[in-house]
T-cell receptor, first 116, second 111 residues
Framework: GAVVSQHPSWVICKSGTSVKIECRSL??????MFWYRQFPKQSLMLMAT?????????EQGVEKDKFLINHASLTLSTLTVTSAHPEDSSFYIC????????????FGDGTRLSIL | SQKIEQNSEALNIQEGKTATLTCNYT??????LQWYRQDPGRGPVFLLL?????KEKRKERLKVTFDTTLKQSLFHITASQPADSATYLC??????????FGAGTTVTVRA
């Protein structure tokens, strides 16, 4: 149980392109989903918290107009990197958790984004 | 601000031995702590969660301890196998169910 699917797994695109990444909880309802970014040999850095039916909460230093988050249902959150540039190239990972205390986050397999 | 340190970046161990990883934190009192495994190019996989009022938790060959006085968690892999080779991350719960991750320890188990 507790499977999170992330799509696509790998994207290469030109500078200026907008890229959408999907995160789905397959066998549970996730009122909260999280988006992380990870650079090589570094740990996960939380970018934003996505709440179903409400606006996302962004961490300090993360541009909300650059990284658009939509959490339209209890099983789907999307992250759109708008007008991506080479410095946006990274490994983006989503996670989802079931409601209630002390539930762990379950992670997708990440999206490798390369902007040329 | 809170700080999370995992004792070493890399740990090499002989198959069959016990690997012990350390996670220390400062300036915070988490309600629980989690350990994850991450393989190259993959997302983290949840292993164990231990609450602040629990001293020890086990799952198969894995054992986690949590000392809130020392602000430390130890993660043990007993009877280690080459398939245990991966990066292990500790994560502290923050408010609003957010997690703050350590940098990870990469474990390599030699056959």
């Amino acid at each position: 149980g507790a499977v999170v699917s992330q799509h696509p797994s790998w994207v290469i695109c030109k500078s200026g392109t907008s890229v959408k990444i999907e995160c789905r909880s397959l066998d549970f309802q996730a009122t909260t989903m999280f988006w992380y970014r990870q650079f090589p040999k570094q740990s996960l850095m939380l970018m934003a918290t996505s709440n179903e039916g409400s606006k996302a909460t962004y961490e300090q230093g993360v541009e909300k107009d650059k990284f658009l988050i939509n959490h339209a249902s209890l099983t789907l959150s999307t992250l759109t990197v708008t007008s991506a540039h080479p410095e946006d190239s990274s490994f983006y990972i989503c996670s989802a958790r079931e409601s209630g205390a002390n539930h762990p986050q379950h992670f997708g397999d990440g999206t490798r984004l390369s902007i040329l | 601000s809170q700080k999370i340190e995992q004792n070493s970046e890399a740990l090499n161990i002989q198959e069959g031995k016990t690997a012990t990883l350390t996670c220390n934190y400062t300036n915070y009192s988490p309600a629980y702590l989690q350990w994850y495994r991450q393989d190259p190019g993959r997302g983290p996989v949840f292993l164990l969660l231990i609450r602040e009022n629990e001293k020890e938790k086990r799952k198969e060959r894995l054992k986690v301890t949590f000392d809130t006085t020392l602000k430390q968690s130890l993660f043990h892999i007993t009877a280690s196998q080459p398939a245990d080779s991966a990066t292990y991350l500790c994560a502290l719960d923050m408010r609003d169910y957010k997690l703050s991750f350590g940098a990870g320890t990469t474990v390599t188990v030699r056959a």
